[in-house]
């Protein structure tokens, strides 16, 4: 899509000959022009219109263009209505890419779907994005062969699911999934592509993004033992991407409880004294990884920088790890606080943190827009932009918005109650005192 500028522009188009020129004003199906008092703006929603016209033509660059003009859409402006009109047709469209598509199409596909997700909300719509895409996004991941279209996979997998997700086993699922990417099942003398350090990163963020949601609790135990001893050993790899988001996923860990599901096995016993014993080995395994941990968290704290290092991730690596091991040895949980337009969204837990850094890496440009106008958002961060920024966005909701949004007994509204609650119960959890440990 060659297109000059995002908010002024003569003339958007998508060609059949996949050209990337500007048309004159006579081209038909593949062209807009809106004209203002002096500036020429683009008709968001015919643009949209053509680009998912766009998605059944058969060649690929044309589809690539189309999405990456739909990214471009969906990030500057919340597309409630043309989701409420377009939604099965813009989800199909992109599975389709997803399943037959080049790794660049794939890639863009992925984004598009997540952002879909979040423009539409918790609800009917986002939980049948959930059901159709779990087969497609598995089967595009067993093909490991570009970094980019895996991670693009994993946060759209993660962030479907998040919007989506019912119901704990559903978001366990999904994290299944994302694990089998680094730990594949597969039959004896099977060779598999061992995962980049890119793919290691994007699966263990995204994992992190997903225990958010759950909390130890709702996890099936068999699961996740040996998780915390795996990322404990991807602390000592040498990619800092890796080492940063192995130790968040730890510090989430020791925030949510529940610790023997992530590091023992189930012994399965039903006698008592046998029960006591495996408890206190337990306790004592538990103990072990945690001092492991914690001398390892140390030492990042303070790595010194090798040949080549870019100050930058060193200082955010040390900064990391240093509020990691303030955590493990103190029990204190990092508050972070960020600007958005005049207001603050501050955390105070290393799940909304973690929430808060997944969301803003994967909207990008368009992450100050969806926290300003996207009800989803400030649902979850608990987060109100001030009244005259609200009235502002009032002038531009339609008819059909509100009643999507506003109806106390919609099925947007409802699904955001839900979804209100789980977040609050899990904020309260995590609100607790620091434990070392937590079993029975």
């Known amino acids: 899509m060659g297109r000059k500028n995002s908010q002024r522009k003569n003339v958007v188009m998508l060609d059949n000959d996949d050209t990337d020129s500007v048309s004159s004003s006579s081209t ?22 053509q680009c998912v016209d766009a998605l059944y033509e058969k060649r690929g660059s044309t589809r690539e263009k189309a999405l990456a ?56 719509k986002a939980h049948e994005m959930l059901e159709e895409s779990v087969s497609p996004i598995t089967e595009a991941l067993k093909s490991r062969s570009d970094a980019s279209k895996i991670s693009s996979l994993l946060e759209c997998l993660a962030i479907i699911t998040f919007v989506g997700g019912e119901e704990p086993e559903e978001t366990e699922k999904s994290m299944q999934l994302m694990w089998q990417v680094i730990h594949p099942k597969i039959g004896p003398n099977v060779a598999t592509a061992k995962p980049s350090p890119a793919m290691i990163a994007a699966m263990v963020s995204a994992w992190s993004f997903l225990l958010t949601t759950v909390g130890g609790l709702a996890l099936n135990p068999k699961s996740w ?14 990619d800092r991407a890796v080492r940063i988001a192995a130790g968040e996923a730890l510090a989430l860990i020791f925030e949510v409880g529940s610790l023997e ?127 005259k920024m609200l009235s502002g966005i009032e002038h531009r909701i339609s008819g059909t918005e509100k009643r999507m949004y506003k109806s106390p007994n919609s099925v947007a509204n409802k699904a955001r109650t839900q979804f209100r609650n789980k977040q609050r119960m899990l904020s309260q959890a995590c609100s607790k005192p620091f434990t070392l440990f937590t079993l029975g």
């Not at 033992?225 to 040498?238: A, E, H, M, P, V």
């Open 69 to 124: 003009s739909i990214i471009e859409t969906f990030n500057s402006d919340i597309q409630h209505e043309f989701v409420e009109k377009k939604f099965a047709t813009l989800l199909q469209q992109c599975l389709n890419s997803i399943k037959r598509g080049t790794s660049k199409e794939i890639t863009l596909a992925s984004h598009v779907l997540g952002l879909l997700a979040l423009t539409a909300g918790p609800g009917d």
């Open 261 to 387: 599901k992530f590091s023992v096995e189930d012994k399965g016993s039903s006698d008592r004294s046998t029960d006591e014993a495996n408890k206190s080995k337990d306790i004592l395994h538990i103990q072990g990884l945690r001092a492991k941990v914690l001398n390892q968290v140390r030492s990042l704290s303070v790595e010194a920088g090798g040949k080549g290092s870019a100050k930058k991730d060193l200082n955010s690596q040390r900064n990391t790890f240093r509020d990691i091991l303030e955590f493990l040895e103190e029990g204190y949980t990092p508050e972070s606080s960020m600007k958005i337009g005049g207001d603050s969204l501050t955390t105070t837990t290393w799940s909304q943190l973690i929430q808060l850094n997944f969301l803003k890496h994967f909207l990008g440009g368009g992450f100050v827009k969806h926290m300003q106008e996207n009800e989803f958002l400030h649902t979850v961060f608990g987060f109100t932009p001030k009244k």
């Open 225 to 238: 033992q040996g998780s915390i001893s795996y990322f404990s050993t991807l602390l000592d790899k040498d």
């Open 28 to 49: 038909s199906r593949s062209e807009m022009i809106v004209s203002g008092a002096e500036d020429v703006q683009v008709d968001k929603e015919t643009l949209l219109d």
